[in-house]
């Protein structure tokens, strides 16, 4: 099978976008492990299928892989992708764009500077939901949210502020990210038993109370150049832990996103708010490979 594809990234974190609106792409997860293998396949750190909309309140649906061939629930930095690829594609003819992906409904729009801004929704803090199970761990309170702290073994532990933005983030404060051991604690929060579906490891540099940096370790990809739902995390709990204000430039190793976030604006609409990511999204190329 020849199948036709464009390369794309946002803020360095590079996808592999698929059109499926005319015909379905029902990919194993060994042929998406294909296409995203950088030495035998195109590369990327999740494939994007984007399919016709199943209901008349959306415009697209939106399927999202990890370069290991699991399915995931959200990616922000994808979710920019998404929008350069319908609109440069002819596919709408919108500036904002309703899209449903496998647990929510978006809306994208597309800047006249050419960013995307994506609402992503409210963050979700319920324990169950997101899911994460702290068992017998008892909590330490900053500002009226907590860290967990998750013993890795060997001596380690890693105290995380634990939160979902469609897909579960851990956020660990440290004081120099450019030399954070990320890819050796990111696996073991990732797989952390508190976890039961793995989570994505955030780690967080606050600069000031508008600036950061970020690494994030994804669940099934590894260490990206950038993480678009890891930013939105990675703010809300620096916002919640009382570390920043409600606008803050993250400075990924891919680029920056600005993140904004009104949960906890005295007299705005509560923890319910939705958190607004803004971005760039790029073609890289476009080519066929044969699967």
Not at 97 to 125: C, K, S, Y
Not at 162 to 183: E, F, I, K, W, Y
Not at 231 to 260: F, K, N, P, Q, S
Request: charge should be negative; proline fraction near 6%.
């Amino acid at each position: 099978m020849k199948l036709r594809f464009t390369k794309m990234q946002g803020a360095g974190n590079d996808f592999v976008v698929l059109d499926a609106t005319r015909h379905p792409m029902p990919l194993s997860a060994d042929q998406l492990r294909r296409v995203a293998d950088r030495r035998f396949g195109v590369g990327c750190d999740q494939v994007l299928v984007i399919e016709a909309p199943k209901t008349p309140d959306v415009d697209f649906g939106y399927r999202i892989f990890n370069a290991d061939g699991s399915e995931v629930e959200q990616c922000g930095n994808g979710a920019r992708c998404f929008v350069r690829f319908v609109v440069d594609k002819g596919l709408t003819d919108k500036r904002t764009i309703r899209v449903q992906t496998i647990n929510a409904l978006l809306e994208l729009r597309l800047r006249d500077d050419g960013r995307v801004t994506v609402d992503m929704g409210a963050p979700v803090f319920d324990l169950p939901r997101i899911p994460f199970d702290p068992r017998d761990t008892m909590p330490k309170t900053e500002h009226g949210f907590q860290r967990w702290p998750l013993d890795l073994g060997d001596g380690m532990t890693a105290d995380v502020a634990v939160l979902s933005m469609g897909n579960p983030h851990a956020v660990q404060r440290v004081d120099d990210v450019d030399h954070a051991p990320v890819g050796i604690v990111g696996p073991l929060v990732e797989n952390h038993e508190a976890f039961p579906r793995r989570v994505n490891a955030g780690f967080l540099q606050v600069i000031s109370r508008s600036e950061v940096k970020l690494r994030v370790f994804e669940r099934g990809a590894g260490e990206t150049l950038a993480c678009g739902t890891g930013a939105c995390a990675a703010v809300v709990a620096g916002i919640r832990l009382g570390w920043l204000d409600e606008a803050v430039e993250v400075h990924t190793r891919g680029g920056d996103l600005r993140i904004e976030w009104a949960g906890m604006t005295p007299g705005g609409p509560g923890l319910d708010a939705p958190v607004y990511m803004t971005g760039p999204a790029q073609t890289v190329f476009e080519g066929e490979i044969e699967l």
